[in-house]
C-alpha cells in the first residue's frame, strides 16, 4: 500500500519537492527542479497526500517574487485537483507551522529546521546525515529548499499519525 506525501516548497521558478514513505519518514525522492517539471510530478507521481507551503502576511510590504510564488501554489493545488484521484488530499502548510512543529519557536530560522532534523533523523551521523555518494546517507541530496520540503512533509505526516 502506497503512502507517501509529496510535499513541496514553492518559488517563482523553480523549487523544491520532498516524496517520503509516511510512516518511516524516509525521503524516496527530493530534489529542486524547475515549476514545470513540478507540474509533471504533481500529475505522475502516486502519493496519498500534498502538502504546499503557502505565504502568510506578516503586515510588511513584499515584492512580486511572493505574488509569483503566490499563483504557482495555486497552480499547483489546481494541477493535483485535476490529476490526481477524488480521495488524495492535500493541504496549505503555513511557515509558522513548520517552525513551531520542529524547533517549537516561531523565531526559528531555516538553520534551527534543517538541525533538528538532523537531530531527529540522523542524529551523530557525519556529513549532516547527507553520507556520500558510495554510501548515502538519510539526507542524500539535501541542499537548500529541499530541507524545508522535507521539513514540510514530515509535520505532515506526524500530523496524519496524531490523527489531527
Known sequence: MNRSILAIDPGIASSGYALIDSETRKPLSVGKIPNDQILHLIATTNYTRLSVEMIASYGM???????????????????????????????????????????????????????????????????????????????YGFAADIWQAYAIAVLTADTIQEGQ
Open 61 to 139: 510590504a513584499v515584492g512580486a517574487e511572493v505574488f509569483e510564488t503566490c499563483v504557482w501554489i495555486g497552480r499547483f493545488i489546481e494541477h493535483h485537483l485535476t490529476h490526481s484521484p477524488a480521495h488524495v488530499e492535500h493541504a496549505l502548510i503555513y511557515r509558522r507551522e513548520v517552525k513551531l512543529h520542529h524547533c517549537q519557536s516561531t523565531k526559528a530560522k531555516d538553520a534551527n529546521i534543517t538541525q533538528a532534523l538532523i537531530d531527529r533523523f540522523a542524529y551523530g551521523e557525519p556529513n549532516r546525515g547527507k553520507g556520500t555518494k558510495a554510501n548515502p546517507g538519510w539526507f
